[in-house]
Structure formats: C-alpha cells, structure tokens
C-alpha cells in the first residue's frame, strides 16, 4: 500500500525523532517514577493510531514544558499522580477546543511568518540541544542527570569525537536509500554503546513494569493545573497542532496531508492524553519538529509509524524492565547529531518565505525562543509586532 511501506527507509525514518523522545522519557521514569512499560507502550499505540489514521509519519513525543518542569521539580512536587492529572486536564482541554472549533479561530492568528517564526526558532532550540548532547564530556545519558544549557570550554571527549564522526557519516549517508543515514548512525552508537559498557551492571529480566489505573485526587488536579498544563497550552496550540499541520502539507503536500487539520490534531492528542492519564504515562503531543526529523531520514509513509510503534509495544511487553538501560546505552551524541539534523531541517522551512516583512517577523521570534527557551513570548512579540508593522503599513 502507498501510504505504508516497510522499508529500511522507513526503518531509518522512524527512528530521527528519538533524540527528543528519549532524554524526557528517561527523566520522567527514573526521576518521576512513571512505569518504563506505561511509558513506551502509550508512545508505541499513539505512534502505531496516528500512522494509521492520518496516513503519513505523524510524530510522537512528549510535553515539553510538562517534562521539563516535573524533571526540574522532581517526584516530591510532581509526583506520577499528578502527571497523571496533567495528562486528563490536557486531554480534556484539547478535544473542548478542538470540538468547539476554539482551535480553528486560534489558527487565524498564525499567518506564514508568524508560523515560520516558530518553526525557525525550534529549530534552533532543537539545534543547541543537540550540540550540549555533542558536546557533554559524559558518553551516556544516566539516571537523574540534568543537561546544562550551554557547554563552556568543549572538551575533547569520547562522546565528542563519536559525534564528529556521526555528524559526517550522517552527511555522507543523507540521501542514501541503500543505507539510512539514521538506522546506520543508530546500529552503529547502540554497537559501540555496548561494547564500551553502557549496560555494564544492568539486570537482565524479561516483562512489563508495574501497570495499574490511577486516579488523581483535587490537590493533584490543581497542582497539575497551575504547574503544569497553563504553561504547556500556548505552545501546543503553536507547535504541535498550527504549526504541526502547516509543516504536513509543506512537506508531504496537500492532498497527503490532507487529514492533518487543526481539529484532527487536537482530538487525536486530546484522546490519547485522557488514556494516558488513565493509566500514568507520559504526557504527548505531536511536533513540528518531530516530523521534520522523520522526514529528514527517509520516512514518507505512515509505514515509519507502524515500525517505530511496534518496536516501543515490544520493549514495553518484553523488556519493561531493562528498557530504559538499553535505550541510555545509545550514545549521547548520537542522539544529539539526530536532533541537529532535524533542527536544521525545520529552520530551513523558512526560505519559502516571499518579503522582508516576513523575514523581519519570523526572525524576531526565533530570536526570542532562543533566548528565553519560551515560545509563547515569542509568539506574543511576534504577533503584537505584525500587527503594528500592518496597521501602519511599515515597510522595511
């Protein structure tokens, strides 16, 4: 079938985004004490139910902003509970908006350049993420670490020299449909991973983590609520559904794409959360980025989708247990030169802008998600600057 093909690039295809997924996976398992098995088979069924209903690789990955402050906060302040309260208040959030055709009056605020902007300034983000994982003297990603922001002084390290060499065999391989830049770059850090010892001490026992209901009480809601969910909101509706559908048809096409409206997004998150907030998994989303580094390594087809998924259903079922040692025994650089890549991809989405007007604007927002990390005030600047450049017919 056109719409599934199971190919190697595929196979390579799939596996671009795991250099976001993984970091914040492993942080809300081992720091927030979320179920290994939950967590990967929420991200696997998601992956495996967005291939197969929007029909072309559709991203899978986690809140951002919920990751990064439950990692900060720790179990103590956010604990699986309230995760789980913020994975049902989020769900509901998005199917009401999403229903009410709230989401569709929100896209009207999201012209080109403003779209652009925040592509752009990801893609940035994506990029200096992926040189702190370059660049960090450590070879793997441990329990409990936390990345710096920026690395000063780079030393000569391991993970350094294998992201150097990854960097240039991914350039050398990245049109190559005989061997997939990803899958080759994957097998060769997972090899080399185990052979220097990146599950060195690890238990080897076969099976799923503990799986149960949870049910979060009041103070779990409003803690998720205030904490969490409000800060998360301005940059799903910017990112993971605006953004998210104008990169599908960009890159996929209209007619492709076609399946891949605001609503569909945000229902198809909006129901996932509810079940993964049943259950205490990871909040997730969809990405504008996420598709660009799918689409960056050879997926075209929802085929990627269906790979990518069932590998995680597989690890979830069979390794629960061992299976955040093996995925921390890739090395850390080769997750960073997967994400370098699949930032420069989607910044580069924005050349097809037409004037300086709309250079000027979607620079200005890039420029401020770089240096605060906080898209919404990028996306307020933005918007606020487009509206007096148009009121008083500025030219630059």
């Known amino acids: 079938m056109e719409n599934f093909r199971f190919t190697r690039v595929e196979f390579a295809g799939s596996l671009g985004d795991l250099g976001t997924l993984i970091p914040l996976a492993v942080g809300l398992i081992v720091i927030d004490g979320l179920s290994s098995s939950i967590v990967l088979l929420m991200v696997g069924i998601f992956y495996v139910s967005a291939g197969i209903y929007f029909k072309i690789p559709m991203p899978v990955q986690p809140l951002k902003v919920v990751s990064a402050i439950a990692i900060a906060m720790g179990p103590k ?6 995760l789980a309260a913020s994975s049902l208040l989020f769900g509901v959030i998005l199917i009401v908006i999403s229903i009410t055709g709230i989401i ?35 070879l793997f990603i441990v329990p409990g670490m936390i990345l710096p922001r920026f690395i000063h002084g780079i ?23 005989r061997y997939p830049a990803a899958l ?6 997972a090899v080399m991973g185990l052979f220097i010892g990146g599950t060195r001490g690890m238990p080897f026992s076969l099976g799923p983590t503990e799986i149960r209901l949870f049910f979060p009480n009041k103070a779990n809601f409003m803690t998720a ?30 007619e492709k794409a076609k399946k891949v409206t605001y ?60 299976s955040v040692s093996l995925l921390t025994s890739i090395p850390a650089s080769v997750l960073g030169v997967l994400l370098l890549f699949a930032g420069l ?35 307020i600047a933005g918007i606020s600057v487009k509206y007096i450049i148009d009121t008083m017919k500025i030219r630059l």
């Open 77 to 82: 302040i956010v604990t699986p509970e309230v």
């Open 104 to 138: 569709d009056f929100l896209g009207r605020f999201f012209t080109k350049p403003i779209i652009r902007g925040i592509q752009l300034g990801l893609g940035l983000i994506l990029v200096s993420k992926a040189l702190v994982l370059i660049t960090i003297p450590q």
């Open 155 to 177: 030393p000569l390290s391991q993970n350094l020299i294998f992201g150097i060499v990854g960097f240039f065999l991914v350039l050398i391989l990245i049109n190559s449909k």
């Open 184 to 189: 080759v770059i994957i097998i060769v850090g």
């Open 225 to 254: 609520f205030f904490l969490l969910v409000l800060p998360q909101i301005p940059l799903t509706i910017g990112n993971a559904i605006i953004s998210t559908g104008d990169t599908a048809k960009s890159l996929f096409g209209v």
């Open 263 to 322: 609503k569909a997004l945000g229902m198809s998150m909006g129901i996932v959360n509810i079940i993964v907030g049943a259950f205490g998994g990871m909040p997730m989303c969809h990405g504008t980025g996420g598709m660009a580094a799918h689409y960056r390594f050879g997926a075209r087809t929802a085929g990627s989708n269906i790979i990518i998924g069932t590998i995680f259903v597989v690890l979830a079922l069979l390794f629960g247990k061992v």
């Open 345 to 379: 991809e989607l910044a580069l989405l924005v050349r097809d802008l037409k004037n300086i007007n709309d250079y000027f604007i979607s620079l200005l927002i890039a420029g401020i998600a770089v240096a605060t990390t906080n898209m919404s005030y990028a996306f």
